[in-house]
């Protein structure tokens, strides 16, 4: 089944939109479709979501601290994507192989 969005209308109450009821109907065929997808005998769980291949990210292994290494000084400096550094004014990111990108540190 293909979404059901439901009929709002051109304007509020101009009466052109989804009736109150058929707009239910709308959501119930769409949550039914979901938990059908993704449920487990009418339980939406974590674990359904990931057999679907989709939102791995909430299963598994927790993700991995960002390698923390010394202060690159400058910001073609020698680096590898996800690398952060810290000193006593800036804290740097590198964003791409050699590229760094730095934001200043403040007091609050």
């Known amino acids: 089944m293909a979404k059901k969005s439901i009929g709002l209308g051109t304007t509020a109450n101009d009466h052109s939109g989804d009736s109150l009821r058929v707009a239910g109907g709308k959501i119930n ?7 059908n997808a993704l449920g487990a005998n009418g339980t939406l769980t974590v674990a359904a979501i990931a057999k679907t291949g989709n ?11 960002p390698a923390l290494v010394a202060a690159p000084l400058s910001a073609n400096a020698v680096g590898t994507v996800g690398q952060v550094s810290f000193d006593a ?8 192989t050699n590229t760094w990108k730095r934001v200043a540190l403040s007091t609050w």
């Open 89 to 96: 004014n800036y804290f740097y990111v590198c964003v791409n």
């Open 55 to 65: 939102y791995s990210d909430l299963v598994g292994a927790p993700p991995t601290a």
């Open 29 to 35: 065929d769409n949550f039914t479709e979901l938990y």
